[in-house]
């Protein structure tokens, strides 16, 4: 398994979960300088990302890009998969399509959670669920041209009545075999029975962790049980990321740390 930390490029997100802020160049940097493997990059949208020009200084590093999100398309241009609204629908997809396209240039695939909707008085939930698995099945289609699959997030029941557990979202996204499953820790301490037994159920599905204690924090600042958790990922042989969408308490450097510190514990577990 490898280390990620996450940075957002986006003003509307300040206060969010993201550790490093603004600078993706000098996010990087210090990544590198406390042993991480790679990133994840919350853009505004493609272009933002596109005009970073980060390849030199990734390379420099000897840092990946672990995955590119795409809530920016709800958080800032308020485009969701299940708006009633066709052309927004539309707007939304393609919104996505762009980030694939850049994030394959980094060999990264994107990340589908608050983009997903809800349903609403004018759109049922089980219209809801179709739209998401219809714009699933697009973008599964795009960007598998690139050899990259889609990671699809449940989240909890205060962001989206889509799916809020690891087996309502493997129902979503049944068939569609290019889209991988982003298994949150956060969202999943608050839905999730058992977490460990919801990650061997899923199985190979997972495609992505979000590294997060119970209270968004760092791992080590809330009261998740991790050895569990890791001796069920390793029970389905996952060797992805471990990436730290968290809160940059009390300040981003010490966030960092801390959760470095907490991965070299989780893979020695």
Not at 75 to 85: G, I, P, S, T
Not at 112 to 131: C, D, F, N, T
Not at 169 to 176: P, T, V
Not at 245 to 266: F, L, V
Request: proline share 4%.
């Amino acid at each position: 398994m490898k280390s990620a930390i996450t940075i957002s490029l986006v003003e509307e997100t300040k206060g969010g979960p993201f550790v490093f802020w603004g600078d993706p160049v000098k996010a990087i940097e210090q990544a590198k300088s406390l042993g991480f493997d790679a990133v994840e990059i919350f853009p505004s949208d493609a272009n933002s990302l596109q005009h970073c020009f980060l390849e030199k200084t990734l390379a420099e590093n000897g840092i990946a890009v672990a995955a590119v999100g795409t809530g920016a398309g709800w958080v800032k241009h308020r485009l969701q998969l299940a708006d009633e609204d066709e052309l927004v629908r539309n707007r939304a997809i393609d919104f996505i399509r762009s980030i694939i396209d850049v994030a394959a240039e980094f060999g990264a695939p994107a990340i589908i959670g608050s983009m997903q909707g809800r349903s609403s008085p004018a759109v049922e939930k089980r219209l809801a669920k179709q739209y998401l698995r219809d714009a699933l099945s697009t973008l599964s289609l795009h960007a598998n041209q690139y050899g990259i699959p889609i990671l699809y997030e449940p989240l909890n029941r205060y962001e989206t009545d889509q799916a809020n557990t690891l087996s309502e979202a493997m129902d979503i996204i049944e068939g569609l075999g290019n889209v991988r499953l982003l298994a949150d820790w956060f969202h999943m301490n608050i839905e999730e029975v058992n977490m460990a037994e919801s990650i061997k159920r899923a199985g190979r599905a997972i495609g992505h962790i979000h590294f997060a204690d119970s209270n968004r924090m760092a791992v080590g600042n809330g009261h998740l049980e991790v050895p569990p958790i890791m001796e069920a990922l390793r029970n389905i042989g996952y060797a992805g990321y471990l990436s730290a969408e968290i809160y940059s308490k009390p300040d981003a450097m010490s966030a960092a740390k801390t959760t470095i510190e907490s991965y070299q514990k989780a893979i020695c577990m």
